[in-house]
């Protein structure tokens, strides 16, 4: 399976929904950077003050390449949500994207409506 993804943009709740399959090669991190960009800009909130809520759950394992690339994305301060929440199941995919949070801010749900709850909720601080 190729890689899939789209990114629609709340700008009134400060809020980027991504939803990603399937399997991720450079040239497909590439053009979801792009699209990431994009959706950013329609923001109307200051930097780094949005929330990210990001379903995985379509997502295959990934090449060690892919996950080096994801940690990178991850780790760039322009883009870095003030809270990023990801739904994904029990799969090694869910390993995978843990060691490329490396330590950030974020929680893993199984269900899309306890992760947005999760970021609309007072508090920044949580486990990865």
């Known amino acids: ?10 700008p009134a709740r400060d809020l980027v929904r991504i939803r990603m399959g399937g399997f991720f090669t450079s040239a497909d991190i590439d053009a979801f950077l792009a699209e990431r960009a994009r959706a950013h800009a329609q923001l109307t909130c200051g930097p780094n003050r949005h929330l990210t809520l990001n379903d995985l759950r379509d997502m295959k394992i990934q090449a ?5 690339m994801f940690r990178a994305m991850l780790a760039d301060p322009a883009h870095r949500s003030r809270r990023l929440a990801f ?3 029990r799969t090694l995919a869910r390993t995978q994207l843990q ?3 490396d330590r ?9 409506w306890a992760a ?6 007072g508090s920044d601080r949580a486990a990865a």
């Open 116 to 121: 947005e709850a999760w970021l609309f909720a």
């Open 64 to 68: 060690q390449e892919s996950v080096e």
């Open 1 to 10: 399976m190729s890689a899939d993804f789209t990114i629609d943009v709340d």
């Open 104 to 112: 950030r801010i974020a929680r893993c749900f199984d269900d899309p």
């Open 87 to 89: 739904v994904i199941g």
């Open 99 to 101: 060691r490329a949070l």
